[in-house]
């Protein structure tokens, strides 16, 4: 089944409760995704600053930032639970090419200026609790809770999948073809942590995007390319876009109020949201990209 | 008498409103607070009038008899879903399959009624003042479907003997589905529809939509086959 969600701020005014928003968009979604969950908060992005959302697995935090310390000198660590963000001024090449080759032990989740994303196994309400979601501020965020189809229940195979700098994908559904499409992506240079469709159709997104397609055109080609049932969010660093296939089997509601938009899979989701009941609330048509 | 869903469980809620007391007085119920929470009012089997206070999750007034259900607020996924009989009314927007599978009653929305509207109806009257989603009535076998607005694609797809009114325009039709001729009975019987429901509108504006009958129907140039 799982559940999706998506917040994006219109004004200021709501900046510093997002991540409460939020919390509370994933724990009302909790009953259509009880098997792990994770989201993407968007924060203001600071100059030269890369964040790196990383899931340490098994080791240490301190070991961590002992073998990384040796390879990069200015860095700083936040921790949230069994993951940490490292921030540097250092260029994704080279952290990445770093992490990949003197840290494998500890799974990259995502990165960006904006982007901080977290996932990991468990129920949604605890999940939300352990990373302190509600302690956020930002811009706009996306979440999902997952109930697992296409391949195991591991933090590998949660959502949101980030297949480049500031974009991510969260999915409800299945697609069928995508391991015909995963392996024309591998051989145009994309590469996969997992055998999760959903990480897929996020490579898609940024392989597409990466040859200077904006994300509405993308996704209006992902309808062509992309067989299977789905409704995705996906967010990018200015904002999220929704895409629901033709069929539109997979539902989606959206609340438009004038400080906010909110996108979820069932209303329950955003009935804690304020004015949600005077929103303009539609069900987006199927086959149609949205953006904010 | 009125449920705060804030305060009372769902499960209460319906369980008091699908055993309502016949001997006492009380048949008039308002429900607060529904949050979009599912099955709201699923399964009223008695002569009652419920008014809900917001918007609702799926299955709202699922399965009713004879009970009239007013939703102030737009609903989830399958308002009415195999209504019997009785009236729903939504005030706002109805999500996906509104009057899925309904045998009987009506169904109102005075608002959109998104995709598969009257999916597999059986004999139930809806009535959307707004317009519907793409494969409205998909596979609808008896009763009316009837539509102010406008139909997105594939309206009526592999419709068995059920009758969909459009006043404005239809994207494209379904498989086997065609307009069919306005004729005296057909502005008759919406006529008489809109009595019943307290609908002012002229039923010569509508055009009528229906089966060509050569999908369901067997045929004598298939008996090769068998």
């Keep these: ?292 | 008498m009125n449920f705060d869903l804030n305060k009372k469980t769902l499960r209460e809620v319906n369980q008091h409103l699908q055993n309502v007391d016949r001997k006492k007085n009380t048949r008039k119920f308002e429900i607060l607070n529904p949050q979009g929470q599912h099955a709201i009012c699923a399964g009223l089997k008695d002569d009652i009038d419920v008014t809900v206070k917001g918007h609702t999750g799926y299955y709202c007034a699922g399965m009713n008899q004879k009970a009239t259900v007013t939703v102030h607020g737009n609903v989830g996924t399958g308002v009415a879903e195999n209504m019997m009989s009785g009236k729903i009314v939504v005030k706002g927007n109805a999500s996906q399959s509104a009057g899925a599978t309904g045998h009987g009653g009506a169904l109102i929305i005075e608002g959109d009624a998104s995709s598969r509207c009257g999916i597999s109806m059986k004999g139930i009257d809806i009535v959307v003042k707004g317009s519907v989603g793409h494969m409205s009535a998909f596979m609808a076998q008896k009763g009316n479907l009837v539509v102010m607005g406008d139909a997105d694609a594939d309206l009526g797809d592999s419709i068995y003997e059920a009758k969909i009114f459009v006043k404005g325009k239809v994207k494209s039709l379904g498989a086997d589905c065609v307009e069919k001729k306005m004729d005296k009975k057909n502005i008759g019987e919406l006529t008489k529809l809109f009595k019943k429901l307290n609908i002012s509108e002229d039923p010569k504006k509508f055009k009528r939509y229906g089966s060509a009958r050569n999908l369901y129907n067997f045929k004598i140039d298939n008996v090769g086959a068998y």
């Design chain 1, 1 to 292: 089944m799982c559940g999706i969600v998506g917040i994006y701020l219109k004004t200021k005014k709501y900046e510093k409760h997002l991540g409460k928003f939020l919390s509370g968009m994933l724990d009302g979604m909790a009953t259509r995704g009880p098997d792990s969950a994770g989201f993407a908060i968007y924060t203001k992005e600071h100059k030269n600053t890369f964040k790196y959302s990383i899931c340490l697995n098994e080791i240490k935090e301190k070991d961590f930032k002992k073998k990384i310390s040796k390879f990069i000198k200015k860095i700083k660590l936040t921790s949230y639970a069994d993951h940490v963000v490292l921030e540097t001024n250092e260029k994704p090449s080279k952290i990445l090419d770093l992490l990949k080759k003197e840290t494998s032990e500890v799974s990259l989740v995502g990165y960006g200026k904006s982007i901080n994303i977290f996932k990991q196994t468990g129920n949604p309400k605890d999940v939300v609790k352990k990373f302190k979601l509600s302690s956020f501020s930002g811009t706009h965020g996306i979440g999902h809770t997952r109930m697992a189809t296409e391949s195991a229940i591991t933090t590998q195979g949660s959502h949101p999948y980030s297949t480049s700098e500031d974009e991510c994908l969260v999915h409800n559904g299945s697609l069928s073809n995508h391991n015909n499409v995963r392996r024309s992506l591998v051989k145009d240079g994309q590469s996969f942590n997992s055998e999760n469709d959903t990480e897929v159709a996020a490579g898609y997104i940024s392989n597409q995007i990466s040859k200077g397609k904006d994300l509405e055109k993308t996704l209006k080609n992902s309808l062509k390319d992309l067989d299977g049932f789905y409704t995705f969010i996906a967010g990018t660093k200015d904002g999220f876009a929704l895409l629901r296939d033709e069929i539109a089997c997979k539902p989606a509601v959206v609340a438009e109020t004038k400080d906010y938009v909110a996108v979820a899979s069932e209303f329950q989701a955003m009935a804690h949201l304020p004015n949600v009941n005077s929103a303009k609330i539609f069900e987006p048509k199927p086959g149609v990209v949205y953006h904010w």
